[in-house]
């Protein structure tokens, strides 16, 4: 079904095609269209307080507002994480910011999360009927200083927490000038420690326990990698997502669109991400669950990242390149 559409939405330009294909996917999901096509997967994983229906989600960034949660997850998903979003509402970078690179199945993106602000996305997850588990993506805004980074963080947090299954601090952003700093060092400790005892103090207030992730980037040595482990696994950090677009463009030289600025993802991540999940899943030794992203377009890499050592998986990029049939394919591979 989708082979059919590919075309025609890959000649419109990406965030066209993405309008294009939420406005088909609300009006089928409506109709009950998707639900008969592609019924969910039950094969559940209890996870960090949570039971999943499946294990394939939805990666951050694709539904930024919470605007088509029901629709999306009409599609099979056990899961789905909406933003990045940040507490006020920011355009993002001017346009063109998202390119496709078809020879390698691959994207570019410098969005620089652009988004309607954390209440419009709660005014969403306030009344979302999909029965999976929802997943809320935090950032800061982009005119907020590196130093105060944490505040944005624990706003959107205490907006978002009572509508959120689980909640991830998205450090590993490339197109946020400096985001990506937050992963070193004190920085981290520091941030890690105080949205765990804001998430903790609001666990209490609520009597209910949301986890909270982290998502990293591919781009980080294995040295940083074990020292960033262990500095989450001391602040009480409920799971690590690894990973973000990648900034190595080596595997695109030549290609169309290969030299734009921003995060690739897709194809050309894949190993890359698997490595970081490999790395870590050897270092923390169960400490704390892996929720593996990058480059999964069929079932055989989706397996290979769980056997690097992630619990569950997202896509984005092959979900744009394969379509929703992909979702069951891999949920059904993946061990009960
Ligand atoms: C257009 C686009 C926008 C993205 N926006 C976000 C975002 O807002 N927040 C986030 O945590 N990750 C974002 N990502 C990263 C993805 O969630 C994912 O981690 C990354 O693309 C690697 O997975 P993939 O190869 O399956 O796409 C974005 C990716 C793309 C392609």
């Given at each position: 079904m989708y082979s059919l559409f590919r075309p025609l939405l890959f000649s419109l330009n990406p965030e066209t095609a993405h309008s294009v294909s939420m406005a088909s996917l609300e009006m089928a999901s409506k109709l009950r269209i998707t639900n008969a096509l592609y019924p969910a997967v039950n094969n559940p994983v209890d996870l960090m307080g949570l039971t999943f229906p499946n294990r394939v989600g939805l990666s951050a960034g694709l539904d930024k507002n919470g605007d088509h949660i029901d629709a999306l997850g009409s599609l099979g998903f056990g899961f789905i994480e909406v933003?990045?979003?940040?507490?006020?509402?920011?355009?993002?970078?001017?346009?063109?910011?998202?390119?496709?690179?078809?020879?390698?199945?691959?994207?570019?993106?410098?969005?620089?999360?652009?988004?309607?602000?954390?209440?419009?996305?709660?005014?969403?997850?306030?009344?979302?009927?999909?029965?999976?588990?929802?997943?809320?993506?935090?950032?800061?805004?982009?005119?907020?200083?590196?130093?105060?980074?944490?505040?944005?963080?624990?706003?959107?947090?205490?907006?978002?927490?009572?509508?959120?299954?689980?909640?991830?601090?998205?450090?590993?952003?490339?197109?946020?000038?400096?985001?990506?700093?937050?992963?070193?060092?004190?920085?981290?400790?520091?941030?890690?420690?105080?949205?765990?005892?804001?998430?903790?103090?609001?666990?209490?207030?609520?009597?209910?326990?949301?986890?909270?992730?982290?998502?990293?980037?591919?781009?980080?040595?294995?040295?940083?990698?074990?020292?960033?482990?262990?500095?989450?696994?001391?602040?009480?950090?409920?799971?690590?997502?690894a990973t973000n677009t990648t900034l190595d463009k080596s595997a695109v030289v030549g290609m169309k669109h290969g030299q734009e600025q921003g995060g690739l993802s897709g194809t050309p991540v894949r190993d890359q991400s698997t490595l970081v999940i490999r790395t870590l899943s050897e270092h923390l030794q169960g400490a704390m669950p892996i929720i593996g992203v990058g480059g999964i377009e069929t079932a055989e890499h989706a397996v290979e990242k769980i056997q690097a050592g992630a619990d569950l998986v997202q896509v984005y990029t092959g979900f744009i390149y394969r379509g929703p049939a992909m979702i069951s394919e891999i949920a059904k591979a993946l061990p009960k």
């Open positions: 933003g990045t979003v940040t507490p006020r509402p920011q355009p993002g970078n001017p346009a063109p910011r998202i390119f496709r690179l078809p020879a390698a199945n691959a994207i570019i993106n410098r969005m620089g999360f652009n988004n309607y602000g954390v209440d419009h996305l709660v005014q969403n997850a306030k009344s979302r009927k999909f029965p999976g588990v929802l997943g809320i993506n935090v950032g800061k805004n982009f005119d907020t200083p590196l130093e105060n980074a944490a505040e944005d963080y624990i706003a959107c947090i205490r907006a978002a927490y009572d509508h959120a299954d689980y909640l991830t601090v998205n450090i590993s952003s490339p197109n946020t000038p400096g985001l990506r700093d937050l992963q070193r060092g004190d920085d981290l400790a520091q941030l890690a420690q105080s949205l765990v005892t804001e998430v903790r103090k609001l666990d209490q207030q609520n009597n209910r326990q949301v986890p909270l992730t982290v998502k990293i980037a591919p781009d980080l040595e294995r040295d940083e990698i074990l020292t960033m482990a262990d500095t989450l696994v001391a602040a009480g950090v409920d799971g690590v997502i």
